[in-house]
T-cell receptor, first 110, second 113 residues
Framework: QKEVEQDPGPLSVPEGAIVSLNCTYS??????FMWYRQYSRKGPELLMYTYSSGNKEDGRFTAQVDKSSKYISLFIRDSQPSDSATYLC??????????FGAGTILRVKS | SQTIHQWPATLVQPVGSPLSLECTVE??????LYWYRQAAGRGLQLLFYSVGIGQISSEVPQNLSASRPQDRQFILSSKKLLLSDSGFYLC????????????FGPGTRLTVT
């Protein structure tokens, strides 16, 4: 079993939809959780960084962490064609290296 | 603000040739530096990381090596490339310490022919 599981998609949604992207993990020691957006042929861009359980909001993006279920989510409101990209979740223990999910391809259709 | 540079952006090299990819970071001191490889349709594989000049940790046995000759410079090298070395190579940095989030460079796309 992989430490971090992420559905590769692709996930296709119409413009304006609410998008839900998810990752599950098996290591209960993970404390720091990140979401990256990667456009084709570009480096990943850090979108959200959260610590511990709860929600964090930044504009149209909301990151949610449920440590009891070992489950994290990224919600995108009012999705735009420019949101079409691969979304990578990543997480780490205190002092350790990042562990990445395989990424979910998102396509927002206008 | 901090900026991370990588070059070249793309590279096509024959099997058996040497490799040198360079990464530099601006706007920060004593960063942790990382080299990742991303194969097509796959996640990120950590290759090397460095917490200081001359300090390199290898994550995966392979024919690649890394060096950090200056505080904000990280180099990925190979003496003889293999077909399996093709991929998208990403450099990243984080602030020193146990909690820092990582920021990625633009990447180098390497094709070994």
């Amino acid at each position: 079993q992989k430490e971090v599981e992420q559905d590769p998609g692709p996930l296709s949604v119409p413009e304006g939809a609410i998008v839900s992207l998810n990752c599950t993990y098996s290591n209960s020691a993970f404390q720091y959780f990140m979401w990256y957006r990667q456009y084709s042929r570009k480096g990943p861009e850090l979108l959200m960084y959260t610590y511990s359980s709860g929600n964090k909001e930044d504009g149209r993006f909301t990151a949610q962490v449920d440590k009891s279920s070992k489950y994290i989510s990224l919600f995108i409101r009012d999705s735009q064609p420019s949101d079409s990209a691969t979304y990578l979740c990543a997480m780490k223990e205190y002092g350790n290296k990042l562990v990445f999910g395989a990424g979910t391809i998102l396509r927002v259709k206008s | 603000s901090q900026t991370i540079h990588q070059w070249p952006a793309t590279l096509v090299q024959p099997v058996g040739s040497p490799l040198s990819l360079e990464c530099t970071v601006e706007g920060t001191s004593n960063p942790n530096l990382y080299w990742y490889r991303q194969a097509a349709g796959r996640g990120l594989q950590l290759l090397f990381y460095s917490v200081g000049i001359g300090q390199i940790s290898s994550e995966v046995p392979q024919n690649l090596s890394a060096s950090r000759p200056q505080d904000r410079q990280f180099i990925l090298s190979s003496k003889k490339l293999l077909l399996s070395d093709s991929g998208f190579y990403l450099c990243a940095w984080s602030i020193s310490g146990p909690m820092g989030e990582q920021y990625f460079g633009p990447g180098t796309r390497l094709t070994v022919t």
